[in-house]
């Protein structure tokens, strides 16, 4: 069992390894668009390899990933008090009259013990002011053409659904699934799944609202719960096809454009039904079966392409995104350099199926094996790094 301290840091660590690996997989946008795994792979060597790259400005940005994720992860810890009471002729109240450690540990217990309707409505609307605000802070950061649509179509003013946005046939990206992986910090219990389904899909669906979209963001967030829970890999993939009916049941529950979610719903189960088929792992008990030279990164171009992409740009849909980073992770281990190496140096969409793998990772592994310099002077280190300390005190049982 690991202790407080360890499991703070991982927390930490899943946060500010997810900025690294998102900016290490964007290049300042060179990487993401190159096509070519081996020319990355060669370019890294030029730069002399992985453990020779400091992850600062102005060379390594963070991508709109981070950004978003940033945006998803602030609206998770919210709250709003600032009048706490009176006693006699004393008003309690701020500046003057803080509270102190004691009681933000005292919210965030009561806090994690139960999520309502009216609190997670409240989240949605951070999350809709968030995701709306955050466009500010994208330029050179190369935000997704459904991302941007639908925080033009979000109405933050609007406090009763200014979340809601209309279903949308090709709102299929990965844009819901690479800002996701906090909610699974959030919600990281077997007995928390039905508020990490909520967040995840109507975190995703802001933007997203497509099935094929939002599951990413259900599939990044789960993902990171099971890492927090020490399940196995190899269970991962089964427990997203578990989930996928709790998911399809949730949002019938909510009505909205059920009849439209419900008709596009077969792909991504399919996607992911095929992939672990391919890999012997639809039970769940056994390892994984790699194709052959599957250590050459021309050969796992074309298998991302051919086999794991649908469009020809693997990662950049909500299906594979997360695919490539959960391959990466079963074929990783605890190396880091060859986890870089198979999730953010490809020839597809590599920050953000960089930004969930690396996630994972730093909820595994910590900073096992990393250098340093990948992530002490990653851009928004700071704000990571209190979000991950504000995520694990929120979880808190």
């Given at each position: 069992?690991?202790s407080e301290t360890d499991?703070?840091e991982r927390?930490?660590?899943?946060m500010?390894?997810?900025?690294a690996g998102?900016?290490?997989?964007?290049?300042?946008?060179?990487?993401?668009y190159?096509k070519?795994?081996?020319?990355?792979?060669?370019?890294l060597a030029?730069?002399?390899?992985?453990s020779n790259i400091t992850v600062?400005?102005p060379?390594?940005?963070v991508s709109?990933d981070?950004?978003m994720?940033?945006?998803?992860?602030?609206a998770l810890?919210?709250g709003?008090?600032?009048h706490l009471g009176r006693l006699?002729?004393?008003?309690?109240?701020?500046?003057g009259?803080p509270?102190s450690d004691?009681?933000i540990?005292h919210?965030a217990?009561a806090?994690a013990?139960?999520?309502d309707?009216n609190?997670?409505?409240?989240?949605y609307?951070?999350?809709c002011?968030n995701?709306?605000a955050?466009m500010?802070?994208?330029k050179?950061?190369?935000p997704?053409p459904t991302?941007i649509?639908?925080?033009?179509?979000?109405s933050?003013d609007?406090?009763?659904n200014g979340?809601?946005?209309?279903?949308?046939p090709t709102?299929?990206g990965c844009?819901?699934?690479?800002r996701a992986m906090?909610?699974?910090?959030?919600?990281p219990?077997?007995?928390q799944?039905?508020?990490?389904i909520a967040f995840s899909?109507?975190s995703?669906?802001?933007?997203?609202?497509n099935p094929?979209?939002y599951?990413?963001a259900?599939?990044?967030?789960l993902f990171v719960?099971?890492?927090v829970q020490?399940k196995p890999?190899?269970?991962?993939g089964?427990?997203?096809?578990d989930?996928?009916?709790?998911a399809l049941?949730?949002v019938?529950?909510?009505?909205r454009?059920?009849a439209d979610?419900?008709?596009?719903?077969?792909?991504f189960?399919a996607?992911?039904?095929?992939?672990?088929e391919e890999?012997?792992l639809?039970?769940?008990?056994?390892?994984?079966k790699?194709p052959?030279?599957?250590?050459?990164?021309a050969?796992?171009?074309?298998?991302?392409?051919?086999?794991?992409s649908?469009?020809?740009?693997p990662?950049?849909?909500g299906?594979?995104a997360?695919?490539?980073?959960y391959d990466?992770?079963?074929a990783?281990?605890?190396n880091w350099?060859?986890?870089?190496?198979?999730s953010?140096?490809h020839?597809?969409?590599?920050?953000?199926?960089?930004?969930?793998?690396?996630?994972?990772?730093g909820?595994?592994y910590?900073?096992?094996?990393?250098?340093a310099c990948?992530?002490?002077?990653?851009?928004?280190?700071?704000?990571?790094?209190?979000l991950g300390?504000q995520?694990?005190?929120?979880s808190?049982?």
């Amino acid at each position: 069992m690991a202790s407080e301290t360890d499991s703070l840091e991982r927390y930490k660590a899943c946060m500010i390894l997810s900025g690294a690996g998102d900016a290490l997989g964007y290049k300042n946008q060179e990487w993401e668009y190159c096509k070519s795994g081996p020319e990355i792979h060669k370019q890294l060597a030029e730069l002399g390899g992985l453990s020779n790259i400091t992850v600062e400005l102005p060379g390594w940005p963070v991508s709109d990933d981070t950004i978003m994720h940033l945006a998803t992860a602030e609206a998770l810890v919210i709250g709003k008090s600032s009048h706490l009471g009176r006693l006699g002729n004393i008003t309690v109240e701020l500046p003057g009259w803080p509270v102190s450690d004691d009681t933000i540990m005292h919210l965030a217990t009561a806090e994690a013990l139960v999520i309502d309707s009216n609190k997670k409505d409240d989240i949605y609307r951070e999350l809709c002011r968030n995701y709306v605000a955050c466009m500010d802070d994208m330029k050179g950061r190369k935000p997704g053409p459904t991302s941007i649509l639908g925080c033009k179509q979000m109405s933050p003013d609007n406090p009763l659904n200014g979340w809601h946005i209309p279903f949308n046939p090709t709102g299929t990206g990965c844009g819901a699934a690479m800002r996701a992986m906090c909610i699974g910090l959030r919600c990281p219990r077997p007995d928390q799944l039905d508020d990490l389904i909520a967040f995840s899909v109507e975190s995703g669906r802001m933007t997203h609202h497509n099935p094929h979209g939002y599951c990413g963001a259900l599939a990044s967030a789960l993902f990171v719960s099971y890492a927090v829970q020490n399940k196995p890999l190899r269970e991962w993939g089964k427990g997203l096809l578990d989930t996928l009916p709790l998911a399809l049941k949730y949002v019938k529950k909510q009505i909205r454009s059920a009849a439209d979610n419900d008709d596009a719903w077969f792909y991504f189960p399919a996607k992911w039904e095929e992939y672990l088929e391919e890999r012997e792992l639809l039970d769940g008990t056994s390892d994984p079966k790699w194709p052959e030279n599957y250590d050459d990164p021309a050969v796992r171009d074309k298998i991302y392409k051919d086999d794991i992409s649908s469009d020809g740009w693997p990662g950049r849909r909500g299906h594979d995104a997360p695919m490539i980073a959960y391959d990466a992770l079963l074929a990783a281990g605890d190396n880091w350099e060859e986890l870089c190496s198979r999730s953010m140096f490809h020839g597809g969409d590599s920050d953000s199926t960089g930004v969930i793998a690396a996630a994972c990772f730093g909820v595994l592994y910590g900073y096992k094996g990393v250098p340093a310099c990948n992530y002490e002077k990653l851009e928004y280190r700071a704000r990571l790094v209190i979000l991950g300390e504000q995520l694990y005190h929120k979880s808190r049982p």
